[in-house]
């Protein structure tokens, strides 16, 4: 009872300190700002609504700080504040705040287009994309902001994030840095609606219901979201939702333009590819410094991919620093950093992200205060639960180390053939593991019952999938020393399928593929978070999901003939994890991921146009021979 007591009281008393600072930032923000509501003109004629906060203190000059987003830079009315900005440190500092609907959202004119694809080759005026839209705002604040010291940065999170990656294409001289933060990037390969091809079916269709709806006219309303799901539990609405046009005809009715397209793209075509800014992140010209999190469910791709694409397509001589920290989606802004779900990271890291990092990178290249310490590489090592600095990113010094699944759920070096970090099992049985994948009962991707899908599975515990028998599972012995892994995970299989003559004798067959990288607590670890017991406990550290029909392409899909073995190779969503000694590395092998992502019918056809009659159950082959070593490849860090 004491222990409740005391977690109530402390529960009540941080509710109490969240609400008195609210309240602080929010009399700071009208005590100490003019707030200003324009329309400014584009090039082609269209205007965008755009709210400015300059500081009534007209003793010196500001920087402007820009943030271009589709979901409303609202309170609207010039005598309606914002009760807070994403840093209060810089909003402290002095700085003029703009807020800006991109257009054809809430306020702005012109049409709409999810990530608008950049337009390189402009020749006239109507040809406007992004970039040109963030350069024409530029021009127009520069010219009629009072106060402003001829210098911009521009930042916002997730599709805010991605404005802010293309206003590093604006190449206006006066934008002097960009902060993308968990950025919106490639839609197809690994941020928010698909992940290696496969669709992010409850992201999808939860944030398109109501953000996809067409806006006729400027407005200051939000759409309505779907909420008829007649049901608490996601897992159960879902299935019994059944295959992906059911949605459209049971829920949307095609009125979601966006979703139609998805499903007429089921592929890595032209028009996805249109959809990517990478390959233009050439010859920056702003310090740019890319944000993300850890375990950030939506773009946590986007983050690490910006950064290296700058690093790769630019000399070395271009500004570009990386940020991760131990965070959800946009939690350095909406939370403490202090945990997420059962794991708890010893300190408010976001905090620290926005009064050591942020804030001194803006202050540095807007205003020449201060010197630039930040290395290039920033990022919190979970596990050890500490802040490292890198001068790259991956670190030069972390070796690529096959770990190989053996017989027995082991896992064992590739090099040579002894048990990872030299510890011995038995000798070697089987050649392959099996177990049969049924769409009729996915694996799902949380223990829980809930509707809306939780940022916490990042780091749930996985004993729930160990348990399941169409869920293999390898691991090491309890480790004798750290093992830290820094970089990209990559998953090396060898699969066959076979469905038993279901799909018909000539017909391909198809299976998605999910490996998840744990970190296994000792078993007699005491004391618990959130109730959850954490001796045994197996955290996530890692998972991805890949579409098996792409293992060669993503823009040529090929299905698999039954019995025959493919090898399927992808990769993971970089880590920085530090394995203490004592724990376990554990990886799981699984076919699906429910609702997470939808579910493959596992014969070769178009799943947006698939019947509920085309899903079937296969047996998948895991080889593990010589000549078939499957395993993950983990860049293991030597300090």
Known sequence: MKKILSSLFLLFVCSTLSAQKEAADSAFIRDHFTKREVMIPMRDGIRLFTAIYTPKDRSRTYPMLLNRTPYSCSPYGVASFKTEFQNMTLARAGYIF???????????????????????????????????????????????????????????????????TMSILANHPAIAAVSPQAPVTDWFIGDDFHHNGAFMLMDAFSFYSGFGKPRPEPT????????????PDNYAFYLNAGALPNFN??????????WNELMQHPDMDAWWQARNPR???KNIRPAVLTVGGLFDAEDCFGAWQVYKAIEKQNPPTASNRLVMGPWSHGGWARSTGERLGNVVFGAPTS????????APFFEHYLKNNGPMNLPDAWIFETGSNRWTRYDSWPPPKAQKQKFRFGPGGQLITAATGTPALSLRFGPASEEADRYTSNPAKPVPYTEDVHLQRTSEYMTDDQRFAARRPDVLVYETPSLSEAVTVTGPVVADLWVSLDDGGLAGPDRLLDADFVIKLIDVFPDTLGGQE?????????????????????????????????????????ELPDVAHRFLPGHRIMVQVQSSWFPLADRNPQQFVNIYEARDADFIPVEVKIWRDAAHPSGVELPVLTR
């Open 351 to 358: 905090a620290f992200y926005q009064t050591e990092i942020e």
């Open 530 to 570: 959130n109730g959850v017991p954490l001796g045994g406990y197996q955290m996530l550290v890692r998972g991805e999901i890949f579409r098996g029909r792409y293992r060669d392409s993503f823009e040529k899909p090929a299905g698999f003939k039954r019995g025959e073995i493919y090898p399927v190779r992808f």
């Open 98 to 164: 703009v807020f800006q609907d991109v257009r054809g959202r809430y306020m702005s004119e012109g049409d709409f287009a999810d990530v608008r694809p950049f337009n390189p080759d402009k020749k006239t005026a109507k040809d406007t994309d992004e970039a040109s839209d963030t350069f024409d705002t530029a021009e127009w604040l520069l010219k009629n902001v009072p106060g402003n010291n001829g210098r911009i940065g521009v930042y916002g999170i997730s599709y805010p994030g991605f404005y802010a």
């Open 279 to 281: 390959p233009h992140l």
């Open 249 to 258: 005809q049971k829920y949307l009715h095609g009125a979601i333009p966006f």
């Open 220 to 231: 200051t309303a939000h759409a309505q979201w779907f909420s008829d799901w007649k049901t």
